[in-house]
């Protein structure tokens, strides 16, 4: 495939990123009253960021880590070969504020695999969205509650956390005819 | 066609899973990473993905076997598929015109797996490859030839038990090797994962000549055998071997060759005790040890389902056939 991928943050501006994050979720968790939330990170990507919010957040229970592969709803539909973790939610989600942390929003579908999973384990009281980057591109009406950044991108260029340590996010700009 | 060109996809996916041998290790280590997720799923208070919703899955049981007909139904119906089961009697006389015959009508009903159960070698070979291209085949045991979801979820127990790391495990498995799909795909399955010793252990008349080209240690002496081995495997005697003048009688054969309490001492103090089931108490083994804290036979049945959506679950990720 012809592609080019450039570096677009580095460590230490997505570190910036996190702590503004951290800002605007204490303001959104003081105005919808929430207290004592858990937290649950989206594999791959998404585990990475959890870590870093998890400590700086100073979240009580354990943090909770998910597998969505399994629940994705084009599963049987493309040829895959998925390499998976299994998903660990130390504590009981009945009741619970989740704090759902992702690392790129684009169509949607990965955070409606991830709701429909956390469901299978109990009832919340309800899910907050966090996600490092959000892109347009939406498939399905879900929103985050908090962004680190909305990069202006092509169609034809795909962003990517990188990690676990440094983390970076990477553009890769794929040629028109095979972005098609 | 060699059974691994058949096994995989073009880009070299898990496309059927019809025997352990032609396949590497990235393969089995995939299976086994894909089983701790589905482990975790049984514990779960709702055990159920919807991966495979919508998809139908047939057991296709020429020979008789409920408990992994049974184990095969609960991962099917685990992943959000529905479930045929299809139990066909061998007619020995026209076993190729209606083993296609029958073929053609489940796939006649949208079948997409078929796991596969009969006494003939080679039998889920011979449908993976007449099946429609859409289709996927699981072999659940042929002949004498292979079971290898049987042998993955040995290898599934064993990590669970032991660790990711294969190679310093010394493993025995003590039975009736000769006639033994499972223990044929045990013995590949640790070879290709990296166990150092593998060991087997039985009468002369049921361990096969060519063993020792398997890369096998062959004893003929339970206790010289299982010395500080890590894992021991007892494989099911079949009471028809009883009197067919292979083996003496079951009370001499438990004398010989049983897993008793005594003999567990001369393992490695931490060994597990295996058995596929369903055991002959007495014969392969004493109660005291299948029911004694050494023995991880019923978590073996609990993993099994885990190791099957494993299964089911990979090959519908793969490509059609070309």
Redesign the interface.
């Known amino acids: 495939m012809n592609s080019s991928k450039k570096l677009f943050l580095d460590e230490s501006a997505i570190t910036a990123l996190l702590e503004e994050m951290v800002l605007a979720l204490h303001s959104r968790m003081s105005m919808q009253g929430i207290k004592d939330p858990v937290m649950i990170g989206i594999h791959t990507g998404g585990v990475w960021l959890a870590r870093r919010l998890h400590k700086m957040l100073n979240v009580r229970d354990q943090l909770g880590t998910l597998e969505i592969t399994f629940y994705r709803d084009d599963f049987t539909r493309i040829a895959r070969n998925p390499q998976v973790h299994p998903s660990n939610l130390p504590f009981s989600v009945d009741d619970r504020h989740i704090l759902l942390v992702d690392d790129v929003l684009q169509t949607g579908r990965t955070i409606r695999a991830a709701m429909n999973e956390i469901f299978d384990y109990g009832r919340p009281a309800s899910i907050l969205l966090l996600s490092l980057v959000e892109r347009g591109c939406r498939e399905l009406p879900i929103q985050p509650h908090v962004v680190g950044i909305r990069p202006p991108l092509k169609p034809n260029q795909h962003i990517k956390l990188t990690g676990p340590e440094p983390l970076a996010l990477e553009i890769e700009e794929r040629r028109a005819e095979d972005a098609a | 066609m060699s059974h691994r060109d058949i096994q995989l996809?073009k880009?070299g996916?898990l496309r059927h899973f019809l025997t352990i041998e032609g396949l590497k290790q990235p393969i089995l280590k995939?299976i086994l990473?894909?089983s701790?997720?589905f482990?975790?799923?049984g514990e779960?208070?709702?055990k159920?993905?919807?991966?495979?919703k919508g998809?139908l899955v047939t057991n296709l049981f020429f020979e008789n076997s409920t408990r992994t007909r049974t184990t095969f139904e609960l991962a099917a119906k685990r992943?959000s598929a529905d479930v045929l089961n299809f139990n066909v009697a061998v007619s020995a006389t026209s076993k190729g015109e209606t083993l296609l015959d029958t073929l053609r009508n489940l796939e006649a009903m949208h079948s997409d797996i078929f796991v596969v159960r009969h006494n003939d070698s080679g039998a889920a070979h011979f449908i993976a490859n007449n099946a429609a291209p859409h289709v996927k085949v699981i072999n659940a045991g042929d002949g004498r030839h292979a079971h290898p979801t049987q042998a993955m979820l040995d290898m599934y127990t064993i990590r669970h038990f032991k660790g990711a790391d294969f190679t310093g495990l010394r493993v025995a498995i003590v039975g009736d090797v000769l006639h033994s799909r499972v223990a044929r795909s045990q013995i590949q399955a640790l070879n290709t994962l990296g166990v150092s010793e593998v060991r087997v252990i039985g009468p002369k008349t049921l361990i096969p000549a060519a063993a020792r080209s398997l890369g096998v240690h062959v004893y003929h002496n339970i206790d010289e055998g299982i010395r500080e081995v890590d894992v021991v495997i007892m494989l099911r005697l079949q009471k028809e071997r009883m009197s067919s003048a292979l083996l003496p009688s079951e009370q001499e054969y438990f004398q010989l060759f049983g897993l008793t309490e005594k003999r567990l001492r001369l393992t490695d103090p931490k060994a597990i005790v295996m058995h596929p089931g369903p055991i002959n108490r007495g014969v392969e083994m004493a109660s005291a040890v299948a029911d004694g804290p050494r023995s991880v036979i019923l978590k073996q049945v609990t993993f099994g389902i885990a190791v099957r959506m494993a299964v089911m679950?990979?090959i519908?990720?793969?490509?059609p056939n070309a």
């Open positions: 996809d880009d996916r995939q990473d894909a701790d997720f482990a975790e799923v779960r208070p709702i159920k993905v919807p991966s495979l998809k992943l679950s990979i519908m990720g793969a490509a």
